[in-house]
C-alpha cells in the first residue's frame, strides 16, 4: 500500500515539474476549467485553419502575418496568465480575479495589432495617446507572463534592454547611445513587426505551433509508448541494453516533443528503474536519461523551434537546415549508445530476457539485409511512381494519393490488429522479459505515416514547413479518431461506438496538450523580439562586438569560448529557444565578422548551430540543469550529481560544435553524396574514439597516455586539415595586380581567398577576408566581369572602382574604394584526408597495447 502512495506521490510531483515549466501548474475546477480547456482548443483550432488553403478556397478568414501573429500572442498571453500562478503560494485549484483581469487585458494588448490593423496602417511611426497607453501595458503585462511561465531571467534581460534603450545618452563610455523617445520606442517595440512582433513570434505562429501539435497528437494516440516498446524490444536484451533502449526511445521521442524535460519525464519513468535494475546507479541512469532527453532537441526536423528560426535568420531552406543539423545529431547519438555500452563493460553488466526466439547469426544478417532492401525498393517504387502519377493525373493526383495514402493506414492497421495491444507497463513493475520484437514493431507501424508525409512533404513536394506539418497533422488527425474503432473492427471486438468516442477524447486532449506546450514558446519567442528590437533600434550590437573583440583579443578560438560560456549562462534561467534567439542575435554576426578578419570564413549555418548547441547544454548543466532535477525525481538521486554526470556524458556534444566551426565538411556543405558518406563514417569512427577517451576505456581500462593519443586520434580524424596546413599550406600568395592572371589560370568552381582593407557600418576601419567562387569564362577578364568586379591600379594599391549592384562581388561584402591587400591562390597538393592514416595507425597502436593487457584486466573488472 505505501509502494502504490508513493508510486501516486512520485508521478504527481513529475507531472508537476513538467506542469510547471511547460504547460502550467494550475488545474482549476468547474467552469474556470472548461474555459481554460476550451481556450486552448480554439488556439489550436486556429492555427490549423491559418495553415491550412481553407481561407483562400473560401474566402474567409485570411489573415496577414501581422494579424496572425497578433492573435497568437493573445491567445499565449492569455493562457499564461490563466494556467500559471503568479506565486508558488498562489492558488493552483482556482483563478483569482485579479489573475482573470490581467488575462483579458493583456490578450486585448496583444490582439492591438488586429483590432486597429487599418487604423495604425494609415498613420505609420505616429502613434497616438491610445497607442501608447495599450502598448506600454501590453509590453508591462508580457514581462509578468514571461516572469510567471519562464521565470525571472528572460524578463529580467528583457527589462534591462529597455532601459537601455531609454537611458542611452547616460550610459557610460563605450555603451553610450542617442537614446530613443518613449513613443519611438512604443512604436518599434509594440506596433511595427521590428520588436515583439518580429521574426521569432513569426515563426512561433506559422511553423512551430504545428510542429508541437502535430508531437502532442502522436503522444496522444500512442506513438510514445510505441516508440519505447519498439526501443526495448530491439535493444534491451543487450549489455546494459535498458540504457540503449533509452537513447534510441529519447531520440526517438525528441523527434516529435520539442521540450527536454518533457521528454526526460515520458521516457525516463520507464527507462531509469529498468536501467537501475541492471547495474546502472540512480545518478547514472538518471543522467543517461538526460543525455539523451536533451539530444532529442539537435535531432531534426523539429529541433526544439530553432530550425524554423534558423531558416528566417540565415536565410536558406528548411531543408538546407536540417540537411545541415543532421550528420552532427546521429553521430551525437551513436557515440551516447557506445557511451553506454563502456559503462556496461566497465560494471560487467548484462542484460535483460529477450522473449524472440533464437535464431544464429547469419539468419539474422539476412533477415536485417532482406527487409532493408525491401524498404529502398519500396521508396524507389514510391518515389518514381509518383513522379510519373502526377503529370498524368493532374488535379485528381492529389485525390489518387490520398486514396492510395487511406489503403496503406487501413492494410498497416489489419496488420497490427493480428498482434495483441501495447499496454502501458507499471515503471515499479519486475521485468521479466522484454517484450518481442515483431509483434510490437508490427503492432504500431501505421504511427510512422504521419512522419512519411511530413518528410515527404519537406524534403521531396518542398512544400512550406507550415503546410508539410498540417498535412500531417490532419493525417494524424484522421489516425487518431480512426484507429480504435478500425482495430476494434478488425479484432471482432465490436465496441466501435466507445472507440470512436475514445479517439475524439484522444483528440480534444491532443489540440489542448498542443496548446499548452506552446504557451511559454509563444512568449518566449515574443518577449526574445524586445531584445533583438532594442539591438536594432540602438546598435548595440557593435557595440557588443567591439566589447566581445577586446574580451577574445582578435581570437575567433577565444571568441567561440566566451559565446559558449555566455550560452550556458543565459540557458541556465531562459528557455532554449529564447537563448538561441537572444545569443545568435547578439554574437553570430560577430564571429562571423571576427573569422573573416583573422582569415577563417565561418558560414553563418555553422554559427548559429555552434549557438543552439552550447543553449541545449544549459538544461544539462549545473546547478540548474531542470532535467537532470527531473530524472533525479525518477531515479531517486542526488540531483546535482545527476547533472554533473550528464554533463560528462554530454561532451560529445559540447565538442561538436567547434569542430564543425573549423571543418565544416560535418555539416555537409558543399559536400557531394559519396564524400558525405565517407564523411559520415569517419567522423562517426573519432566520436566513438573521443568517447573512449573521454570514459578511460576502449578495450580494457585506457592508462593517461593512451587516453591522450585516442584524444590525438580522434582530432586527426575530425580535421585532417589542421596537420596537412602544417606540412603543406593550401594556398599561395599572388600580388593583387596580377588577380586576372590568377583567375584565368585557376580551375572554375575553385576559391580564391582575398584580403581587403575597408571601413565597417560606421566607417571604422577594417581588415576582412573574403572567399571568392571563381565563375566560368575564357579569360580572367571576363570571368572578373562576371563577378561584377572592376579594379584600378593607385601605385602600388589595387583599389576596387566599381561593384556592379546584385553581383556576386557585392553579395561578398565587396565595395568601393576598398583596397585588395593581398590574393591567395590554391595550389596542387595532396588530400588532407591522407592524414587520416597515421591518425588510424596510431589508434591500432593503442588498440594493439590495450589488448595484451585485456585478460588481466577483464578479471580484474570482474573481480
Same mark, same amino acid.
Given at each position: 500500500?505505501?509502494?502504490?502512495?508513493?508510486?501516486?506521490?512520485?508521478?504527481?510531483?513529475?507531472?508537476?515539474?513538467?506542469?510547471?515549466?511547460?504547460?502550467?501548474?494550475?488545474?482549476?475546477?468547474?467552469?474556470?476549467?472548461?474555459?481554460?480547456?476550451?481556450?486552448?482548443?480554439?488556439? !489550436?483550432?486556429?492555427?490549423?485553419?491559418?495553415?491550412?488553403?481553407?481561407?483562400?478556397?473560401?474566402?474567409?478568414?485570411?489573415?496577414?502575418?501581422?494579424?496572425?501573429?497578433?492573435?497568437?500572442?493573445?491567445?499565449?498571453?492569455?493562457?499564461?496568465?490563466?494556467?500559471?500562478?503568479?506565486?508558488?503560494?498562489?492558488?493552483?485549484?482556482?483563478?483569482?480575479?485579479?489573475?482573470?483581469?490581467? $488575462?483579458?487585458?493583456?490578450?486585448?494588448?496583444?490582439?492591438?495589432?488586429?483590432?486597429?490593423?487599418?487604423?495604425?496602417?494609415?498613420?505609420?511611426?505616429?502613434?497616438?495617446?491610445?497607442?501608447?497607453?495599450?502598448?506600454?501595458?501590453?509590453?508591462?503585462?508580457?514581462?509578468?507572463?514571461?516572469?510567471? $511561465?519562464?521565470?525571472?531571467?528572460?524578463?529580467?534581460?528583457?527589462?534591462?534592454?529597455?532601459?537601455?534603450?531609454?537611458?542611452?545618452?547616460?550610459?557610460?563610455?563605450?555603451?553610450?547611445?542617442?537614446?530613443?523617445?518613449?513613443?519611438?520606442?512604443?512604436?518599434?517595440?509594440?506596433?511595427?513587426?521590428?520588436?515583439?512582433?518580429?521574426?521569432?513570434?513569426?515563426?512561433?505562429?506559422?511553423?512551430?505551433?504545428?510542429?508541437?501539435?502535430? #508531437?502532442?497528437?502522436?503522444?496522444?494516440?500512442?506513438?510514445?509508448?510505441?516508440?519505447?516498446?519498439?526501443?526495448?524490444?530491439?535493444?534491451?536484451?543487450?549489455?546494459?541494453?535498458?540504457?540503449?533502449?533509452?537513447?534510441?526511445?529519447?531520440?526517438?521521442?525528441?523527434?516529435?516533443?520539442?521540450?527536454?524535460?518533457?521528454?526526460?519525464?515520458?521516457?525516463?519513468?520507464?527507462?531509469?528503474?529498468?536501467?537501475?535494475?541492471? *547495474?546502472? !546507479?540512480?545518478?547514472?541512469?538518471?543522467?543517461?536519461?538526460?543525455?539523451?532527453?536533451?539530444?532529442?532537441?539537435?535531432? =531534426?526536423?523539429?529541433?526544439?523551434?530553432?530550425?524554423?528560426?534558423?531558416?528566417?535568420?540565415?536565410?536558406?531552406?528548411?531543408?538546407?537546415?536540417?540537411?545541415?543539423?543532421?550528420? =552532427?545529431?546521429?553521430?551525437?547519438?551513436?557515440?551516447?549508445?557506445?557511451?553506454?555500452?563502456?559503462?556496461?563493460?566497465?560494471?560487467?553488466?548484462?542484460?535483460?530476457?529477450?522473449?524472440?526466439?533464437?535464431?544464429?547469426?547469419?539468419?539474422?544478417?539476412?533477415?536485417?539485409?532482406?527487409?532493408?532492401?525491401?524498404?529502398?525498393?519500396?521508396?524507389?517504387?514510391?518515389?518514381?511512381?509518383?513522379?510519373?502519377?502526377?503529370?498524368?493525373?493532374?488535379?485528381?493526383?492529389?485525390?489518387?494519393?490520398?486514396?492510395?495514402?487511406?489503403?496503406?493506414?487501413?492494410?498497416?492497421?489489419?496488420?497490427?490488429?493480428?498482434?495483441?495491444?501495447?499496454?502501458?507497463?507499471?515503471?515499479?513493475?519486475?521485468?521479466?522479459?522484454?517484450?518481442?520484437?515483431?509483434?510490437?514493431?508490427?503492432?504500431?507501424?501505421?504511427? @510512422?505515416?504521419?512522419?512519411?508525409?511530413?518528410?515527404?512533404?519537406?524534403?521531396?513536394?518542398?512544400?512550406? =514547413?507550415?503546410?508539410?506539418?498540417?498535412?500531417?497533422?490532419?493525417?494524424?488527425?484522421?489516425?487518431?479518431?480512426?484507429?480504435? &474503432?478500425?482495430?476494434?473492427?478488425?479484432? #471482432?471486438?465490436?465496441?466501435?461506438?466507445?472507440?470512436?468516442?475514445?479517439?475524439?477524447?484522444?483528440?480534444?486532449?491532443?489540440? @489542448?496538450?498542443?496548446?499548452?506546450?506552446?504557451?511559454?514558446?509563444?512568449?518566449?519567442?515574443?518577449?526574445?523580439?524586445?531584445?533583438?528590437?532594442?539591438?536594432?533600434?540602438?546598435?548595440?550590437?557593435?557595440?557588443?562586438?567591439?566589447?566581445?573583440?577586446?574580451?577574445?583579443?582578435?581570437?575567433?578560438?577565444?571568441?567561440?569560448?566566451?559565446?559558449?560560456?555566455?550560452?550556458?549562462?543565459?540557458?541556465?534561467?531562459?528557455?532554449?529557444?529564447?537563448?538561441?534567439?537572444?545569443?545568435?542575435?547578439?554574437?553570430?554576426?560577430?564571429?562571423?565578422?571576427?573569422?573573416?578578419?583573422?582569415?577563417?570564413?565561418? &558560414?553563418?549555418?555553422?554559427?548559429?548551430?555552434?549557438?543552439?548547441?552550447?543553449?541545449?547544454?544549459?538544461?544539462?548543466? =549545473?546547478?540548474?540543469?531542470?532535467?537532470?532535477?527531473?530524472?533525479?525525481?525518477?531515479?531517486?538521486?542526488?540531483?546535482?550529481?545527476?547533472?554533473?554526470?550528464?554533463?560528462?556524458?554530454?561532451?560529445?556534444?559540447?565538442?561538436?560544435?567547434?569542430?564543425?566551426?573549423?571543418?565544416?565538411?560535418?555539416?555537409?556543405?558543399?559536400?557531394?553524396?559519396?564524400?558525405?558518406?565517407?564523411?559520415?563514417?569517419?567522423?562517426?569512427?573519432?566520436?566513438?574514439?573521443?568517447?573512449?577517451?573521454?570514459?578511460?576505456?576502449?578495450?580494457?581500462?585506457?592508462?593517461?597516455?593512451?587516453?591522450?593519443?585516442?584524444?590525438?586520434?580522434?582530432?586527426?580524424?575530425?580535421?585532417?586539415?589542421?596537420?596537412?596546413?602544417?606540412?603543406?599550406?593550401?594556398?599561395?600568395?599572388?600580388? &593583387?595586380?596580377?588577380?586576372?592572371?590568377?583567375?584565368?589560370?585557376?580551375?572554375?568552381?575553385?576559391?580564391?581567398?582575398?584580403?581587403?582593407? *575597408?571601413?565597417?557600418?560606421?566607417?571604422? &576601419?577594417?581588415?576582412?577576408?573574403?572567399?571568392?567562387?571563381?565563375?566560368?569564362?575564357?579569360?580572367?577578364?571576363?570571368?572578373?566581369?562576371?563577378? *561584377?568586379?572592376?579594379?584600378?591600379?593607385?601605385?602600388?594599391?589595387?583599389?576596387?572602382?566599381?561593384?556592379?549592384?546584385?553581383?556576386?562581388?557585392?553579395?561578398?561584402?565587396?565595395?568601393?574604394?576598398?583596397?585588395?591587400?593581398?590574393?591567395?591562390?590554391?595550389?596542387?597538393?595532396?588530400?588532407?584526408?591522407?592524414?587520416?592514416?597515421?591518425?588510424?595507425?596510431?589508434?591500432?597502436?593503442?588498440?594493439?597495447?590495450?589488448?595484451?593487457?585485456?585478460?588481466?584486466?577483464?578479471?580484474?573488472?570482474?573481480?
Amino acid at each position: 500500500m505505501s509502494q502504490t502512495s508513493d508510486a501516486n506521490d512520485l508521478n504527481t510531483e513529475l507531472e508537476d515539474l513538467v506542469a510547471t515549466s511547460d504547460t502550467g501548474a494550475r488545474k482549476p475546477t468547474g467552469a474556470a476549467r472548461k474555459l481554460l480547456l476550451s481556450v486552448a482548443a480554439a488556439w !489550436s483550432l486556429f492555427q490549423l485553419w491559418i495553415a491550412s488553403p481553407l481561407p483562400f478556397m473560401v474566402g474567409f478568414g485570411v489573415f496577414n502575418s501581422t494579424e496572425s501573429r497578433s492573435i497568437h500572442l493573445a491567445f499565449a498571453v492569455f493562457l499564461g496568465f490563466m494556467a500559471y500562478p503568479a506565486f508558488k503560494r498562489s492558488p493552483r485549484d482556482y483563478i483569482p480575479v485579479i489573475d482573470w483581469i490581467l $488575462a483579458v487585458v493583456a490578450a486585448f494588448c496583444a490582439a492591438y495589432l488586429y483590432i486597429f490593423y487599418t487604423d495604425l496602417a494609415a498613420r505609420p511611426g505616429r502613434p497616438i495617446t491610445q497607442d501608447v497607453i495599450v502598448a506600454v501595458i501590453g509590453l508591462v503585462l508580457l514581462l509578468e507572463a514571461t516572469r510567471r $511561465a519562464l521565470g525571472p531571467p528572460l524578463m529580467i534581460v528583457a527589462l534591462v534592454f529597455i532601459v537601455y534603450s531609454m537611458a542611452g545618452p547616460w550610459m557610460p563610455g563605450i555603451l553610450a547611445h542617442r537614446g530613443v523617445s518613449l513613443e519611438s520606442l512604443i512604436n518599434h517595440q509594440w506596433l511595427t513587426t521590428q520588436g515583439v512582433f518580429g521574426i521569432a513570434l513569426g515563426v512561433s505562429t506559422s511553423f512551430v505551433f504545428l510542429f508541437v501539435l502535430f #508531437g502532442s497528437l502522436l503522444d496522444k494516440a500512442g506513438a510514445g509508448n510505441y516508440f519505447i516498446k519498439v526501443a526495448f524490444s530491439l535493444l534491451g536484451h543487450y549489455r546494459g541494453g535498458p540504457a540503449k533502449a533509452a537513447v534510441v526511445a529519447s531520440g526517438m521521442t525528441g523527434l516529435i516533443s520539442g521540450s527536454s524535460i518533457a521528454n526526460t519525464v515520458t521516457t525516463g519513468t520507464f527507462t531509469i528503474p529498468m536501467m537501475k535494475r541492471v *547495474g546502472f !546507479s540512480a545518478e547514472k541512469a538518471g543522467a543517461v536519461e538526460v543525455a539523451s532527453s536533451v539530444n532529442g532537441q539537435i535531432m =531534426p526536423p523539429v529541433m526544439g523551434a530553432a530550425a524554423f528560426l534558423m531558416v528566417e535568420y540565415v536565410g536558406i531552406s528548411y531543408v538546407e537546415v536540417i540537411k545541415h543539423a543532421f550528420l =552532427p545529431a546521429l553521430i551525437s547519438y551513436i557515440a551516447l549508445v557506445y557511451i553506454v555500452h563502456l559503462e556496461a563493460v566497465k560494471a560487467g553488466m548484462k542484460g535483460l530476457q529477450s522473449s524472440n526466439p533464437q535464431r544464429p547469426l547469419l539468419r539474422k544478417v539476412l533477415g536485417f539485409m532482406t527487409g532493408l532492401i525491401l524498404l529502398m525498393a519500396l521508396s524507389f517504387a514510391v518515389y518514381y511512381g509518383l513522379g510519373w502519377l502526377k503529370p498524368l493525373l493532374g488535379d485528381a493526383a492529389g485525390w489518387v494519393i490520398g486514396a492510395a495514402l487511406g489503403a496503406v493506414y487501413i492494410g498497416l492497421l489489419k496488420v497490427g490488429a493480428r498482434y495483441p495491444e501495447l499496454e502501458m507497463d507499471d515503471p515499479d513493475a519486475p521485468v521479466v522479459s522484454l517484450p518481442q520484437t515483431k509483434p510490437t514493431v508490427m503492432s504500431g507501424l501505421h504511427f @510512422i505515416l504521419p512522419v512519411i508525409v511530413l518528410i515527404w512533404c519537406l524534403m521531396v513536394e518542398r512544400l512550406s =514547413p507550415g503546410l508539410s506539418a498540417f498535412w500531417a497533422t490532419v493525417l494524424m488527425i484522421v489516425i487518431i479518431i480512426t484507429q480504435r &474503432p478500425l482495430m476494434a473492427l478488425f479484432r #471482432g471486438q465490436g465496441e466501435a461506438g466507445a472507440a470512436v468516442i475514445k479517439g475524439l477524447d484522444d483528440l480534444w486532449q491532443g489540440l @489542448i496538450a498542443g496548446a499548452r506546450n506552446m504557451i511559454g514558446i509563444g512568449i518566449a519567442t515574443a518577449t526574445a523580439g524586445i531584445i533583438v528590437g532594442a539591438v536594432s533600434q540602438t546598435g548595440v550590437g557593435l557595440v557588443l562586438a567591439d566589447l566581445v573583440e577586446i574580451l577574445s583579443m582578435g581570437n575567433l578560438l577565444l571568441m567561440l569560448v566566451l559565446t559558449a560560456v555566455l550560452s550556458l549562462i543565459l540557458g541556465m534561467g531562459l528557455p532554449t529557444t529564447a537563448n538561441y534567439i537572444v545569443v545568435s542575435a547578439l554574437l553570430a554576426p560577430v564571429i562571423v565578422t571576427l573569422g573573416q578578419q583573422s582569415g577563417l570564413l565561418v &558560414p553563418l549555418i555553422a554559427v548559429h548551430l555552434f549557438v543552439f548547441y552550447f543553449g541545449i547544454m544549459a538544461d544539462v548543466t =549545473p546547478p540548474v540543469g531542470l532535467a537532470s532535477f527531473a530524472a533525479a525525481a525518477v531515479s531517486g538521486g542526488d540531483p546535482i550529481r545527476t547533472g554533473f554526470q550528464a554533463f560528462y556524458y554530454s561532451l560529445r556534444t559540447a565538442a561538436l560544435p567547434f569542430l564543425f566551426i573549423f571543418n565544416t565538411d560535418l555539416l555537409l556543405i558543399d559536400v557531394d553524396f559519396m564524400h558525405g558518406l565517407l564523411i559520415f563514417a569517419v567522423a562517426t569512427l573519432a566520436m566513438l574514439i573521443f568517447a573512449a577517451a573521454t570514459q578511460g576505456w576502449l578495450v580494457v581500462k585506457s592508462r593517461w597516455y593512451e587516453s591522450l593519443l585516442l584524444l590525438l586520434v580522434a582530432f586527426t580524424l575530425f580535421r585532417p586539415g589542421f596537420w596537412m596546413d602544417m606540412v603543406h599550406d593550401p594556398y599561395r600568395s599572388v600580388p &593583387p595586380a596580377q588577380i586576372e592572371q590568377v583567375l584565368e589560370r585557376v580551375d572554375a568552381g575553385s576559391n580564391l581567398r582575398i584580403q581587403v582593407d *575597408g571601413e565597417d557600418d560606421i566607417g571604422q &576601419p577594417r581588415t576582412f577576408f573574403v572567399l571568392v567562387p571563381v565563375p566560368e569564362g575564357s579569360s580572367g577578364s571576363e570571368r572578373l566581369d562576371k563577378l *561584377g568586379l572592376l579594379l584600378m591600379q593607385d601605385g602600388d594599391r589595387t583599389l576596387v572602382d566599381m561593384v556592379t549592384y546584385g553581383s556576386p562581388a557585392a553579395d561578398l561584402g565587396f565595395d568601393f574604394d576598398q583596397e585588395i591587400v593581398e590574393i591567395l591562390a590554391p595550389v596542387d597538393r595532396w588530400a588532407k584526408e591522407w592524414m587520416w592514416i597515421p591518425g588510424l595507425a596510431v589508434l591500432l597502436l593503442v588498440i594493439g597495447l590495450q589488448w595484451r593487457r585485456r585478460p588481466a584486466d577483464g578479471a580484474q573488472a570482474r573481480a
